[in-house]
């Protein structure tokens, strides 16, 4: 924990009114995982990227059992702010545990599920998208680093069972139909 807190006071110091304006930003892209929800719905629904909408739909889905239903409840840590009340945290508190941090896991979970889908071009640029939110959630002091980190593998590890599933739904389908797809 004091690793933690060495890292986020350590950044506190690269505060300044325009990173706060530019942090407050990029992590407000990732709050309640609407814009990947909103990227994945239109994806899904123009033909040439249709994969890629039900890839990254079903990794945000797991993502979000995972994360918010089941390890920031097991887990059940504090957040950063709620044990050294000294910061001034910018954006509105968050109300739910710390571990793992859900913006980043749902990031990590759409920039993974383009890499898997074939987009490899777009997973890059999503993925510095995905470490931005996340390094977002520390300077902002509503996350310990060890929350981005697994909230990162939490996204990937959904997005790597996405695929499994989906590999597997479409394995089984094309037995039932005869090897036509």
């Given at each position: 924990m004091?690793?933690?807190?060495?890292?986020?006071?350590?950044?506190?110091?690269l505060r300044s009114p325009v990173m706060d304006n530019i942090m407050c930003f990029i992590t407000h892209l990732a709050d309640k995982g609407i814009l990947f929800?909103?990227?994945?719905v239109v994806l899904y629904y123009m033909p040439k990227t249709r994969k890629t909408g039900k890839y990254m739909a079903v990794a945000l889905l797991i993502s979000v059992l995972l994360c918010n239903l089941v390890l920031k409840n097991a887990v059940a840590r504090?957040?950063?702010?709620?044990?050294?009340s000294a910061v001034d945290v910018l954006i509105s508190k968050p109300h739910d545990y710390s571990f793992p941090s859900g913006h980043t896991s749902a990031s990590f979970a759409a920039a993974m599920a383009l890499y898997l889908s074939g987009r490899k071009k777009c997973a890059i640029p999503a993925f510095a998208l995905a470490s931005l939110i996340g390094f977002s959630r520390m300077y902002l002091y509503v996350h310990f680093p060890t929350d981005v980190l697994g909230g990162a593998v939490t996204g990937i590890l959904s997005a790597v069972l996405a695929d499994f599933a989906i590999r597997k739904l479409d394995c089984k389908k094309r037995i039932h139909h005869g090897g036509k797809k």
């Open positions: 004091s690793f933690d807190f060495t890292i986020l006071d350590n950044l506190q110091r929800i909103a990227l994945a504090l957040r950063p702010f709620e044990i050294n």
